[in-house]
């Protein structure tokens, strides 16, 4: 991914919004798109899953990598 607002993000934000760390593991962040599935998961028993995915959405469309 080449910065923040780029195509890249738009489309990892956008697969995010669907499924929680999808959008980071599409950046190749395995780490950080485990870390987004497993607490928007757990949120989910709370009714406080949509959290986790407007956070995760939130992360993929504003990373920026550090190349």
């Known amino acids: 991914m080449a910065q923040q607002g780029?195509?890249?993000n738009v489309i990892a934000a956008?697969?995010?919004f669907f499924v929680p760390g999808l959008g980071q593991l599409v950046q190749g962040r395995v780490f950080a798109a485990l870390i987004?599935?497993?607490v928007a998961?757990?949120?989910w028993f709370?009714?406080?899953g949509?959290?986790?995915h407007l956070w995760s959405t939130i992360d993929a469309a504003?990373?920026?990598?550090k190349r």
């Open 50 to 52: 949509w959290v986790g």
């Open 62 to 65: 504003l990373y920026k990598s």
């Open 46 to 48: 709370f009714l406080l």
């Open 14 to 16: 956008l697969c995010s």
């Open 6 to 8: 780029s195509t890249g």
């Open 41 to 43: 998961g757990i949120l």
């Open 36 to 38: 987004h599935f497993c």
